[in-house]
T-cell receptor, first 112, second 115 residues
Framework: DTEVTQTPKHLVMGMTNKKSLKCEQHMGHRAMYWYKQKAKKPPELMFVYSYEKLSINESVPSRFSPECPNSSLLNLHLHALQPEDSALYLC???????????FGPGTRLLVL | AQSVTQPDIHITVSEGASLELRCNYSYGATPYLFWYVQSPGQGLQLLLKYFSGDTLVQGIKGFEAEFKRSQSSFNLRKPSVHWSDAAEYFCAAASGGGSQGNLIFGKGTKLSVKP
């Protein structure tokens, strides 16, 4: 089973709202990733967690706050977003960093 | 700098025809290579991967890819395309652990299938 689940599937939020995206995997993977994907573009890496510790932050604005409460769960907390943050947010996991990444279905975010 | 190039932005093929999607990489050493497919509004599904060994790799949905070191290429092929293959295809590469393990994506090739 190579399933990564993400909730919610769709999210609409105002610029003053606080919301969270959730990602879960039960494959025993110890690396988890957040990507942002705009229309007609490849995914852009945002964050990498390795063994529940943040190992890479690709200069992402502080209005995006990742959290890895345990080895199966990855959250992305959103606050004071801008309309240009509207995108598909993808979560992925791999056994360890550098190995094959398996992606979730994504959360489609619209910021009004 | 490390990079992955997909020269074709958009390809249209007839249903039942053969398909080849091109991918070239630029790395210091041979990276790990991947092909992912993405249907509209969906996540990325892994089609196949190459780490080492046999240069012809079989994947899911009848796809295969051939690694050619001399050409720094990893082209994706399918002998007979089905309408359900219409999607965006991404070639990606990674090299080693740490930040080198980050996937570098090509810009993608959109495949349209004519009936």
């Amino acid at each position: 089973d190579t399933e990564v689940t993400q909730t919610p599937k769709h999210l609409v939020m105002g610029m003053t709202n606080k919301k969270s995206l959730k990602c879960e995997q039960h494959m025993g993977h110890r690396a988890m990733y957040w990507y942002k994907q705009k229309a007609k573009k490849p995914p852009e890496l945002m964050f990498v967690y390795s063994y529940e510790k943040l190992s890479i932050n690709e200069s992402v604005p502080s209005r995006f706050s990742p959290e890895c409460p345990n080895s199966s769960l990855l959250n992305l907390h959103l606050h004071a977003l801008q309309p240009e943050d509207s995108a598909l947010y993808l979560c992925a996991s791999s056994r360890i960093v550098g190995e094959t990444q398996y992606f979730g279905p994504g959360t489609r975010l619209l910021v009004l | 700098a490390q990079s992955v190039t997909q020269p074709d932005i958009h390809i249209t093929v007839s249903e039942g025809a053969s398909l080849e999607l091109r991918c070239n990489y630029s790395y210091g050493a041979t990276p790990y290579l991947f092909w992912y497919v993405q249907s509209p509004g969906q996540g990325l599904q892994l089609l196949l991967k190459y780490f080492s060994g046999d240069t012809l790799v079989q994947g899911i949905k009848g796809f295969e890819a051939e690694f050619k070191r001399s050409q720094s290429s990893f082209n994706l092929r399918k002998p007979s395309v089905h309408w359900s293959d219409a999607a965006e295809y991404f070639c990606a590469a990674a090299s080693g652990g740490g930040s080198q393990g980050n996937l570098i994506f090509g810009k993608g090739t959109k495949l349209s299938v004519k009936p």
